[in-house]
């Protein structure tokens, strides 16, 4: 995952009630929003983390990709795989990022990404990336099949698993690093498509058993600030702390390529981050109750993030 730039609630759409005055007059009720089931998203993060280490070539990472493919095909979308290859400081690497599609109830609506890295680290013994590529991976699905289930939305949604956001040396220099975002933030760049991203949201490192989302201050100042008054309109403003410092992570090439982006991210693993990037790295130290406080915060923020927020303001 990432470094530091020195190292490195269930939504709920408050449901209309109807207002009805006479026959006919009533107002319809809103459908209920996304239904998030964390025991769900723990159940796919058992699911990773029994294949084991995830590092480029290994086995372990194709079937994982395998795995968001069938689960995203489960849930009712699409699958896609993205496969390019990165040239990088151990030799070209055939990687692939996996998305799948949410349309919205207007076809030229903005879209918004909901995104996260499914890689580990090379050479760490037994490093399984539970919080580290896990946890991400397994609230996204989550999501994704909650928001497919509930139906279309005012804006489409992208749900992006990417491959390589892990450098393949020891530390993270250049542009070792972030290989699937660069590849397809590069391509929307080239296609025009980045000109309708509303948004990007990175969730990473977020399985954390002690939780705590800092402020990632590259990420989009608005954004930031639309993420913290969603976490206090459902009554937890605690999952922020007050710690703001800047992350190198898979939003970064999102922003250069202008679109707003937020980084969702815990980088207090353990004691003085023990252990990110080790074998520590393991189910023991994560919850399910961090994954649905995170996806909460996700869907309590997204009707704010559709009808409020526009790019450029």
């Keep these: 995952m990432t470094r530091t730039a020195f190292l490195h609630g269930l939504s709920f759409f408050a449901l209309l009630a109807a207002a009805s005055s006479g026959p006919g007059c009533g107002r319809p009720e809103a459908a209920p929003g996304p239904a998030l089931d964390a025991a769900n998203a723990w159940k796919h993060l058992e699911a990773l983390v029994a294949l084991g280490p995830r590092p480029p070539k290994s086995p372990a990472l194709e079937a994982t990709r395998a795995y968001l493919e069938a689960e995203l095909a489960r849930a009712g979308l699409t699958p896609v795989r ?128 002690e939780l705590g989302l800092l402020r990632e201050t590259w990420s989009d100042r608005r954004l930031n600030d639309l993420f913290r008054a969603a976490a206090a309109r459902i009554g937890d403003a605690a999952l922020f702390t007050n710690e703001a410092q800047p992350i190198e992570d898979d939003h970064g090439p999102f922003l250069d390529a202008g679109i707003p982006s937020i980084d969702l991210i815990d980088f207090e693993y353990g004691p003085a981050n023990a252990y990110w990037h080790t074998r520590d790295d393991s189910l023991a130290h994560c919850s399910q109750e961090s994954l649905r406080r995170v996806g909460a915060l996700v869907l309590a923020a997204l009707p704010t993030l559709e009808r409020e927020f526009r790019r450029g303001r």
């Design 82 to 209: 993205e496969a390019f290859e990165a040239s990088t400081p151990v030799g070209t690497i055939a990687l692939a990022n996996v998305y799948a599609d949410l349309a919205a109830t207007n076809p030229a609506a903005e879209r918004v990404y909901l995104a996260t890295h499914f890689d580990t680290k090379l050479g760490i013994d037994g490093f399984v990336g539970a919080n580290d590529g896990g946890s991400g991976t397994a609230l996204l699905l989550e999501l994704a099949r909650a928001m497919k289930a509930a139906g279309p939305r005012e804006l489409a949604y992208r749900f992006l698993f990417l491959d390589g956001e892990e450098a393949t040396r020891a530390q993270w220099q250049g542009e070792d690093n972030c290989y699937g975002s660069r590849h397809h933030a590069r391509a929307l760049v080239k296609s025009g498509e980045a000109a309708r991203v509303r948004a990007f949201v990175l969730l990473d490192m977020v399985g954390d058993r």
